[in-house]
């Protein structure tokens, strides 16, 4: 059984920074694909930003010079470092994963995810 557990949400002041992170664990060979998604009320869920295996990262617009993707690939986890936090940045944050199980079945998977608030 693989799960995917994020932490770091929380209440920031705009301006502010949080850094949240995101363990896979469980009967797992290897992640591909692993990014952020958020989805804030009365909206659909959107891609954050995404990093695969090897590679180059990749960003929404809106975020593009205030967070930073990051994986460490030993401890399959993944970080999203994010900094001049908005009101805007207000969501669910939600960790996703390619990931191929010891069955060698690939399959995506989805944390529980993580409430930011950025307010005054």
């Known amino acids: 059984q693989v799960q995917l557990v994020e932490s770091g949400g929380g209440l920031v002041q705009p301006g502010g920074s949080l850094r949240l992170s995101c363990k896979v664990s469980?009967?797992?060979?290897?992640?591909?694909?692993m990014g952020w998604y958020r989805q804030a009320p009365g909206k659909q869920r959107a891609l954050v930003a995404t990093?695969?295996?090897?590679?180059?990262?990749r960003y929404a617009d809106s975020v593009k010079g205030r967070f930073t993707i990051s994986r460490d690939n030993t401890k399959n986890t993944i970080y999203l470092q994010m900094n001049s936090l908005k009101p805007e940045d207000t969501a669910v944050y939600y960790c996703?994963?390619?990931?191929?199980?010891?069955?060698?079945?690939?399959?995506?998977?989805w944390g529980q995810g993580t409430q930011v608030s950025v307010s005054s």
């Open positions: 469980g009967s797992i060979i290897r992640s591909n694909v």
């Open positions: 990093i695969p295996r090897i590679g180059s990262t």
């Open positions: 996703n994963a390619q990931i191929i199980d010891t069955s060698g079945i690939l399959a995506d998977y």
